[in-house]
């Protein structure tokens, strides 16, 4: 079962592919968002040795860092042994 927790927003690494995707206006609903309610659905990252890789939630991410953030609620995914 995945644990919710906070984590650094200056340790999560988005990869560029998906930084191309970002649309600012949504970013900015999102602030208005959280910043009454809270921030509802944790983002998704993966371990990446010293920092932690974006899987999932790329404008609750910005979102937050737009509001000055420190932490992102976030859910650590590891990978499936086979």
Partial sequence: MLEKRPYPLDLIYVPVKRAKTLDQQKVLTL??????????????????????????????????????????????VRARLH
């Avoid at 921030?39 to 371990?47: A, D, E, H, L, V």
């Avoid at 010293?50 to 932490?71: D, Q």
């Fill in 31 to 76: 602030a208005e968002d959280i910043l009454k309610n809270g921030q509802k659905t944790p983002i998704q990252i993966r371990s990446d040795n010293k920092r932690f890789v974006l899987i999932e939630g790329l404008h609750r991410l910005e979102a937050i860092r737009a509001l000055g953030g420190e932490t992102v609620e976030a859910y650590l």
